[in-house]
């Protein structure tokens, strides 16, 4: 045992990337493995298969590495089939490893998980030993059974103060062996000492630098950042298992959703976006899975809901933190069983061919912690997690997204015409703060755009955006208290109905932006309840005569029929407030 951490440890002082790293903790694991398979008696009936280190700090994947137990194999090259089948392990090994905080044995064949305590792991818990519990899912189960792997053993990566960076997981295929923990549980101590001793190394080493990749109409800017991230995605974009992309608000998650939809086995099938932040919380279930006429009082008639229009393709859902608790509990179900049921139609569950991709900016786990998300949920989500940087962490994809935002809104007017940032223009941009991250840029661009044109004309074909353009630009940013915010977020509702209204055929009048109206006095009485929200809105008068329930009624219609003219199906979401004579109180979280 000692000769073997020396060797190790001389081993990776030579190492001088992760990558190398890897390579030698799982070359010296597997020649373990080898040894002790070949000592005991499963020795004929028995093969270690494949090793995998999955580095997977704070909220997101960092680094995947495989080596294949075969004689006379190395390093599996980028995008190797065997990364591919070894990260798979992770939806029940990772869950284990950060319940147990030890090594942890799993048994394809007889579905269990069983903790290993062992004297290396001083954070183990206390009743770790040899009570087995079941997979925690049963798709990881199944892809390991179908690749051979009856028997994986998942030691964690352990980081200074007993946290977990990641696992390295040995995989072995031996039938014979069922119900029992192979050669795991002998092994468990000696592999774990030279885990802990790599840990070091796996965490801290750089990655291997890699060649910046070749944008694309989907992800057109990748900076050194994204490169590193990149053949992870790629890896993850293959998979059939939830992807989970969080990172800060506008940092580009539902670009890069669509960028694994293109890079994925469902790239033929549509790709569907469900955004939860504008979904109230009693129509979650709807949006997501459809209704049948008369479900609910405005369903009016039958609706397909996000999953079924992404059949045979990919489901983006973002904002998953804004889900509700109940929904919550549909949302585990459609993930674990692959069945839904159409709200109203209660004779048959359908089948969900969807790829799922979770974006969110918030803390889940910090939401587990408080009650507000299900700890079940939150697992079947972090299968293959994916933080993305802010875009102050991405300077030098600052002057290109820019380029390439001016020249998107530039053919927008002038098909055939040009765009360009003055070499000053682009450093006071790539010196600036993005807390907005890439849909600030934009907005950003597109004032520093329309101040160009303003001196230069609104017919010119080539359009230059000077230094002072982006100056001026950034001074909007720059107002007094938290105006500058709501007017943001006013300029982006806005755009959001020009481009509705871009896409219908027909005009659509204008006096329905009244319905503006309508919403705001939604929010509010949602939120302060109904009387409360006329009164904030200086309509006393109409809570004093008690009209303000038939005015509320009034504006709720104005929102119905602009969605009407923008020929969008789905019912208002405040029917909930039209019951006459209710006054509600301020709205509390659903249960």
């Not at 020795?43 to 997101?60: D, F, K, Q, S, Y």
């Not at 796996?202 to 944008?215: E, I």
């Not at 859902?317 to 069983?337: F, G, N, P, R, Y």
């Not at 509010?524 to 009387?531: I, K, L, P, V």
């Amino acid at each position: 045992m000692q000769d073997g951490i020396q060797r190790l440890l001389l081993s990776l002082l030579k190492c001088g990337d992760f990558e190398e790293a890897a390579n030698a903790a799982l070359q010296a694991m597997l020649r373990s493995a080898e040894e002790a398979l070949d000592a005991s008696p499963h020795a004929r009936r028995g093969r270690i298969l494949r090793g995998t280190v999955h580095l997977r700090p704070g909220e997101g994947y960092l680094r995947l590495a495989a080596r294949d137990a075969r004689p006379g194999a190395g390093r599996p090259a980028e995008g190797d089939e065997d990364v591919e089948l070894a990260l798979l392990t992770s939806t029940t090994a990772w869950r284990s490893v950060v319940t147990h905080r030890c090594a942890v044995a799993l048994d394809a064949n007889a579905g269990t998980v069983r903790p290993l305590a062992v004297s290396a792991a001083p954070e183990a818990t206390r009743d770790a030993g040899p009570a087995a519990a079941m997979f925690h899912s049963p798709d990881s189960r199944q892809r390991m059974l179908g690749r051979s792997a009856s028997h994986v053993l998942v030691l964690p990566l352990r980081a200074p103060g007993g946290g977990i960076d990641g696992l390295i997981s040995l995989e072995a295929d031996c039938p014979a062996a069922m119900g029992t923990d192979f050669i795991w549980g002998e092994l468990a101590p000696s592999l774990q000492w030279l885990a802990d001793v790599a840990a070091p190394y796996l965490m801290n080493l750089p990655v291997r630098p890699v060649r910046t990749a070749a944008p694309d109409a989907f992800l057109p800017v990748v900076g050194a950042a994204m490169s590193h991230l990149l053949p992870v995605m790629r890896v993850f974009a293959r998979q059939d298992e939830t992807l989970l992309i969080s990172g800060p608000t506008g940092a580009g998650k539902s670009r890069l959703a669509r960028w694994c939809h293109e890079h994925s086995r469902q790239q033929q099938g549509p790709f569907e976006t469900l955004d939860l932040m504008t979904v109230p919380e009693d129509l979650q279930a709807a949006e997501l899975f459809g209704w049948k006429k008369g479900a609910f009082t405005g369903a009016v008639r039958d609706t397909v809901g996000a999953v079924a229009r992404a059949e045979g393709g990919t489901l983006f859902i973002d904002e998953i933190d804004k889900l509700s608790l109940k929904t919550q509990a549909a949302m585990l179900h459609v993930l674990e069983e692959r069945t839904y049921r159409v709200l109203g139609e209660d004779t048959r569950e359908r089948r969900a061919n969807v790829r799922f991709v979770i974006g969110t900016n918030a803390d889940l786990k910090g939401a587990v912690r408080e009650g507000r998300f299900r700890e079940d949920l939150y697992y079947r989500l972090n299968v293959l997690p994916i933080r993305l940087p802010a875009l102050d962490d991405r300077q030098d994809e600052v002057a290109p997204w820019a380029r390439y935002m001016a020249d998107r809104r530039h053919r927008q007017r002038v098909p055939h015409g040009g765009v360009g940032l003055t070499p000053e223009a682009e450093r006071r941009l790539a010196s600036a703060s993005w807390p907005g991250n890439l849909r600030q840029l934009d907005n950003i661009i597109r004032r520093a755009y329309a101040l160009a044109l303003s001196r230069q004309g609104e017919d010119a074909r080539e359009v230059r955006i000077e230094e002072e353009h982006v100056v001026q630009a950034l001074a909007y940013d720059g107002a007094p208290g938290a105006r500058a915010p709501v007017m943001e977020r006013l300029h982006a509702a806005a755009e959001a109905l020009v481009d509705a209204v871009e896409r219908c055929e027909g005009p659509v009048d204008l006096d329905l932006t009244d319905a503006f109206r309508g919403f705001v006095l939604g929010v509010a009485s949602q939120r302060f309840g109904r009387e409360e929200a006329f009164k904030r809105f200086g309509r006393e008068k109409l809570v004093t005569t008690r009209n303000h329930h038939r005015a509320l009624r009034r504006e709720v219609e104005r929102i119905e029929a602009l969605g009407r003219a923008l020929g969008l199906e789905q019912p208002s979401p405040f029917q909930e407030l039209l019951a006459e004579g209710e006054t509600p109180s301020k709205a509390s979280p659903a249960t």
